[in-house]
């Protein structure tokens, strides 16, 4: 069977840290502490791209950012379980200069290459909206305000005049909002404090953010924190701490079941308005066989995913009975079944706790 395909599209300003998260994500998760630890372990399905990135991990080490993105490119990554041949889980990861969301386009070139670019972004099944870290310290609420104002009117403009050249552009239908650079806090700092105060001091630029992105159920209730390297003020960087960067693949695993659960949901007309997502999320199983018969495409991985982890494993949040089913699934040589429990234990763990938080 064909590795599981998730596409993830981060969407940030310029500087909020897409290009180095990039990074940390597959510098993180190809060590072999890492594969010990979680029992799977990321590849470059592009060889090439897989030594850029290492490069450019490597030249963090030695202090050096890189510049900013002038092109998009897109990155391809397989989850292979620990000491099996084949992939569960390709994870496909756009990368973009940040300035598109602030400048026109500087030629037709560049504009063509930007409405590909963000038509790719939309399609994908979920989406991060990257907070600036760095920013939100500063400058505090008036920062996420701003970035929840700025982000509607963007996506807005960008339906208008995409309208207008005949694109129909879609925005992914789950959200996660992630704050960047998270070492810049306090260390007891996790994504429960950052989603309360996102509720409590920018709830009405999320609700006109909601509505543009017609996601009132979608955006909002899903808070990261995520650190490619931690970068102190005034001391040498040290790319070997990251945080939620490892967390990040299972949480977009999650959101995309999450999705189908209430797509699935919305289509049954005799739901009732109480049901909660493990009631969806039984439903949508008995029905596994014939659900890629009324899931939207997009969604169908969602039937193989289930087949997989039972609706009990993926609500558990007993950790050390997930790792148990995954090192079960491991010497039985079942591929999908060890990425995917291990991926589901690894939001579970303490690093998964601190980085990964969902209100409702
Ligand atoms: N403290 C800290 N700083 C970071 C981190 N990641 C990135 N930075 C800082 O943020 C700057 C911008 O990061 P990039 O990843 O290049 O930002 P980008 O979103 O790719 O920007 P564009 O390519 O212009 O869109 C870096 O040069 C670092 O100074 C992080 O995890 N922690
Ligand atoms: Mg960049």
Redesign the pocket.
Same mark, same amino acid.
């Given at each position: 069977m064909p590795p599981l395909d998730l596409h993830v599209a981060v969407f !940030? =300003? +310029? !500087?909020?840290?897409?290009?180095? *998260?990039l990074a =940390?994500f597959y510098r993180a998760q190809t060590q072999p502490a890492f594969q010990e630890e979680y029992a799977y372990k990321i590849q470059a399905v592009n060889k090439a791209q897989g030594n850029q990135l290492l490069g450019r991990f490597y030249r963090l080490e030695e202090g050096k950012? %890189?510049? !900013? #993105?002038t092109r998009f490119d897109e990155i391809e990554f397989d989850f292979f379980p620990r000491d099996l041949p084949e992939a569960a889980v390709r994870v496909h990861w756009y990368?973009? %200069?940040?300035?598109w969301w602030e400048d026109d386009p500087v030629d037709a070139e560049e504009r063509e290459a930007m409405r590909q670019g963000l038509l790719k972004l939309g399609m994908s099944q979920v989406g991060i909206l990257?907070a600036d !870290?760095?920013k939100y310290r500063s400058e505090g609420t008036g920062y996420i305000r701003w970035l929840f104002e700025h982000f509607a009117d963007e996506c807005d403009r960008l339906r208008r005049t995409s309208a207008a050249t005949g694109d129909e552009v879609s925005f992914p239908r789950e959200w996660i909002l992630a704050l #960047?650079?998270?070492?810049?806090f306090p260390p007891d700092y996790g994504a429960r404090d950052f989603e309360r105060e996102v509720c409590r001091d920018a709830d009405d630029q999320l609700a006109k953010l909601c509505s543009v992105l017609r996601a009132e159920h979608a955006f909002g209730h899903r808070f990261m924190l *995520? +650190? #490619?390297?931690?970068? %102190?003020a005034d001391a040498q960087v040290d790319p070997r701490t #990251?945080l939620g960067v490892r967390t990040l693949a299972p949480a977009v695993l999650v959101s995309t079941v999450e999705g189908a659960v209430r797509e699935a949901q919305a289509t049954r007309k005799e739901k009732s308005a109480k049901e909660t997502f493990f009631q969806g999320l039984r439903d949508l199983v008995q029905f596994v066989d014939s659900v890629d018969d009324f899931l939207p495409k997009r969604y169908q991985i969602v039937s193989k995913i289930l087949r997989f982890v039972s609706i009990k494993d993926f609500a558990s949040t007993r950790v050390d009975r997930l790792k148990k089913i995954r090192e079960d699934a491991l010497r039985r040589g079942d591929t999908f079944k060890a990425v995917l429990t291990g991926m589901v234990a690894a939001l579970r763990d303490e690093e998964g706790l601190r980085a990964y938080h969902q209100n409702q």
């Open positions: !940030g =300003a +310029s !500087g909020a840290g897409k290009t180095v *998260l =940390a950012f %890189p510049e !900013g #993105s990368d973009y %200069p940040g300035r990257l !870290g760095a #960047s650079k998270a070492d810049l *995520l +650190s #490619s390297v931690a970068a %102190p #990251s």
